[in-house]
């Protein structure tokens, strides 16, 4: 069916279990109009240009608007659902212009808006007013102002969105009673990442890039939010001017939009009680302070921080291939702490604003992190650290096994007749400073029975999965082993061997033992200060350290040694940190709203 040139397209009030689909209407005022009714759908049709509602729904129960391309006029709003439950809102396509909105939901419960697209000029996103058990994920927004905005929302999943603010917008923009879970989300040139005032809520996992760090509250009598594991990146560029603009001339200009709004829903049959919502200074009433909100010119809500780590304290994750336990905070562009234990943890507390610290900040993008290994599967005892070899004469030699380790093996050849050798080779955290490539590993070795003197060579056959190495960009040709000997770092010759099931195999010859890292070659190595070796307990006085983390690595070979569990961490490192970075904007002043909430700031230096 296709419609010109009418008021409304097509009218359902007081029905049942019916099906729109195929249908194309140009120019009207209202595509589908849906009223106290149930088990509705409207689906693969087409509704524009210029139209200004695509779909209004009020007062449904079982409602799914999918599969629709909607071009909407100024103001206009692509599907606007009033007072439902159980509605599914996909896969539906929505273009707009200046006000326009492409899903708007209020008082809506038990529903999903998922895999929609808004585009080209729609100046809000997604609005939602005063709803519960919603799900709003993997929609791809661009967008002038907001992209996802929820007010007065509970029990909500945001997750796996796409937003393009285009310099100008706002990313998230969500209050929550409780019940919050906001993952996955990326929200990109924004000039505020994003503005949430959360109860008993999780963020983690999202990517926000913008002018401005977020801001995020939480009423002092209610319970945490955690936030952790999100990248914060600050844009430069023109972003820094337009929120210059915002901190001048947005009041007036927000004033001027809900005009426009009350005349055009009046032209419009807006269902009543919208309205009210939708104003930016009714809902919020004006600046948010670092630590305060005003909801309504009445009424004041004391706010607090969030908690910028891991709920608990400790999570396990895995970086760089090494497993640990640790609180962890969030990657922030601006921060450039130091990191001597190699966990991925900043050692010094990053200032978002003021009070408001993240006292875990991550020192990579927090992709570098992961909940497993990602390497190759392997059925390898992981506990093989220690190898012994019996009586050796001059020029004779004896291979060790290890599987505790990215080493597999070391050959041993002395210098001169000796007796019982015994190396230990294990997982530590991590090595002598100096090396400014990636390290895929140190060792912590510790050789028993021989000293340096008597050793003619020593020969490290050793692995790196290929994971690793495009991750970072390598070739295999790239990887060597180092070797920490009179202060400095050298560099061992390596030759590769080999590439077999995600792994590619070395072999390295030393001199001696000492520290070690399997790392990027090509003139790595620094000049540093002389550094304690950590030496495991039981060590005896003919030893030689090693620093470096390993994973469980290792094949059959026809002689298996003689090898003995040791079970423990070795310990690595000692925070040096001790004065807090700041975030180069320091506080950021606030307005937000249920439908285009605009945040003021200004920098800080």
């Not at 562009?333 to 993240?358: C, M, P, Q, W």
């Not at 350290?545 to 961490?569: L, Q």
Request: hydrophobic share 35%; proline share 5%; glycine share 10%.
């Amino acid at each position: 069916m296709e419609t010109e040139n009418t008021g409304e397209g097509i009218s359902l009030y007081f029905c049942r279990d019916i099906t729109v689909e195929n249908v194309t209407i140009n120019t009207a005022m209202e595509g589908v109009i849906i009223k106290s009714s149930a088990n509705i759908t409207v689906r693969d049709s087409v509704f524009g240009p210029d139209i200004l509602y695509g779909i209004s729904a009020q007062e449904i129960s079982g409602l799914q608007i999918e599969g629709n391309e909607m071009v909407c006029m100024d103001y206009g709003v692509g599907a606007l659902v009033y007072v439902t439950d159980n509605a599914t809102i996909t896969d539906n396509t929505i273009t707009g212009g200046l006000g326009s909105v492409g899903i708007w939901a209020h008082e809506s419960s038990d529903s999903v808006i998922s895999r929609n697209t808004i585009t080209e000029g729609t100046e809000y996103g997604i609005d939602i007013t005063n709803g519960d058990h919603l799900k709003v994920d993997g929609n791809l927004i661009h967008t002038m102002d907001t992209g996802i905005e929820a007010g007065g929302v509970q029990t909500i999943t945001i997750s796996d969105n796409t937003l393009q603010c285009y310099d100008t917008g706002n990313g998230l923009v969500i209050d929550a009673k409780g019940g919050a879970e906001i993952t996955g989300n990326t929200a990109e040139n924004c000039s505020v990442q994003t503005l949430l005032t959360l109860t008993d809520s999780v963020v983690r996992d999202n990517h926000f890039s913008g002018v401005a760090y977020p801001v995020i509250l939480v009423p002092n009598a209610q319970e945490d939010v955690f936030v952790y594991r999100n990248d914060f990146v600050l844009t430069e560029g023109h972003a820094g001017t337009d929120a210059a603009i915002l901190h001048t001339t947005t009041a007036d200009e927000q004033s001027q939009r809900d005009l426009d709004w009350r005349e055009a829903s009046e032209q419009i049959r807006m269902p009543d009680g919208i309205m009210t919502n939708w104003s930016v200074n009714e809902a919020y009433g004006g600046v948010i302070p670092a630590v305060s909100i005003t909801r309504t010119a009445e009424e004041e809500i004391v706010m607090r921080s969030p908690v910028w780590h891991s709920p608990p304290t400790e999570v396990t994750y895995w970086y760089y291939e090494q497993v640990f336990t640790r609180p962890m905070g969030n990657y922030w562009s601006t921060y450039n702490g130091t990191d001597t234990t190699h966990d991925g943890i900043g050692e010094t507390a990053f200032v978002i604003r003021e009070k408001d610290l993240d006292t875990s900040p991550l020192i990579m993008a927090s992709g570098r992190y992961t909940d497993h290994s990602m390497l190759p599967a392997t059925d390898e005892d992981p506990s093989a650290i220690i190898a012994d070899a019996g009586h050796l004469n001059a020029g004779d030699s004896a291979t060790l096994h290890f599987t505790g380790s990215a080493v597999q093996t070391v050959t041993v050849t002395p210098k001169e007749e000796s007796g019982r050798i015994l190396l230990s080779l294990e997982q530590a955290g991590t090595g002598p400073d100096g090396l400014e490539g990636p390290v895929y590993q140190y060792l912590s070795a510790q050789l028993n029975g021989m000293t340096d003197e008597n050793v003619k060579e020593a020969k490290f056959s050793f692995r790196v999965a290929t994971t690793w190495l495009n991750t970072e960009k390598l070739l295999p040709a790239d990887m060597v082993l180092w070797r920490f000997h009179d202060n400095a770092w050298q560099e061992l010759p390596t030759s590769v061997l080999r590439e077999e099931n995600g792994w590619i195999y070395y072999e390295a010859t030393t001199p001696g033992f000492s520290s070690f890292a399997i790392a990027a070659g090509d003139k790595q190595q620094e000049e540093v200060p002389p550094t304690d070796v950590v030496v495991p307990e039981g060590g005896g006085t003919d030893t030689s350290d090693v620093a470096v983390t390993a994973e469980p690595v290792n094949e059959t070979t026809p002689e298996p040694p003689v090898t003995v569990t040791i079970p423990g961490e070795e310990g690595t490192g000692t925070p040096t940190g001790t004065t807090p970075q700041q975030s180069p904007l320091g506080l950021i002043p606030l307005i937000g709203g249920a439908a285009g909430a605009m945040i003021l700031f200004r920098k800080r230096y």
